[in-house]
């Protein structure tokens, strides 16, 4: 399927499994076959706001 328009949940776990620093040969390459990088990188900066937003969250319920 080359060149195929990424779907959201493929996105999601791309940029999940980036985050965790796991991810299979076959889901790597669905990655590469898709037309644009728009949609991962959107997600990826929404995945790491929101993960800045908990660590921030989470050290404010701890000290305070």
């Given at each position: 399927?080359?060149?195929?328009?990424?779907?959201?949940?493929?996105?999601?776990k791309?940029?999940?499994?980036?985050?965790?620093?796991?991810?299979?040969?076959?889901?790597?390459?669905?990655?590469?076959?898709?037309?644009?990088?728009?949609?991962?990188?959107?997600?990826?900066?929404?995945?790491?706001?929101?993960f800045?937003?908990?660590?921030?969250?989470?050290?404010?319920?701890?000290?305070?």
């Open positions: 399927m080359p060149h195929s328009k990424a779907r959201t949940w493929q996105v999601i791309a940029v999940l499994g980036a985050f965790a620093g796991v991810q299979s040969e076959q889901q790597r390459q669905m990655d590469f076959q898709t037309n644009s990088i728009v949609p991962y990188v959107i997600a990826g900066i929404i995945a790491a706001l929101l800045v937003a908990a660590l921030l969250l989470t050290v404010s319920l701890v000290l305070g």
